[in-house]
């Protein structure tokens, strides 16, 4: 069985930086394209970023600049380097296999002063 675990999240001021991790247990994680979305409370979830099975990395107009998206396929896990956070960023974030429907239960993230 697949699962996914984010970390990583938690409270932050303006201006700062975190690293989310997304493990990945179960399946084949190189043949994985993975997303990261984020959902605010009364807001749409959006997609936050990308990377494919090659490495190919997306981001959102919102992201562009600021957030890095990376893997290691030896440690089963995606990155999401997020810095010069604003209060806008706060939000749970949660990672997803592109195409199988498998998410995990999400790392909140907080900008706050």
């Known amino acids: 069985q697949v699962q996914l675990v984010e970390s990583g999240g938690g409270l932050v001021q303006p201006g700062g930086s975190l690293r989310l991790s997304c493990a990945v247990s179960?399946?084949?994680?190189?043949?994985?394209?993975i997303n990261w979305y984020r959902q605010a409370p009364g807001k749409q979830r959006e997609l936050v970023a990308s990377i494919s099975i090659g490495g190919k990395t997306n981001y959102a107009d919102s992201a562009k600049g600021r957030f890095t998206v990376s893997r290691d396929n030896a440690k089963k896990t995606v990155y999401l380097d997020m810095n010069s956070l604003k209060p806008e960023d706060t939000a749970a974030y949660l990672c997803t296999i592109l195409g199988y429907g498998y998410w995990g239960q999400g790392t909140q993230v907080t900008v706050s002063s």
């Open positions: 179960g399946g084949n994680f190189p043949l994985y394209g």
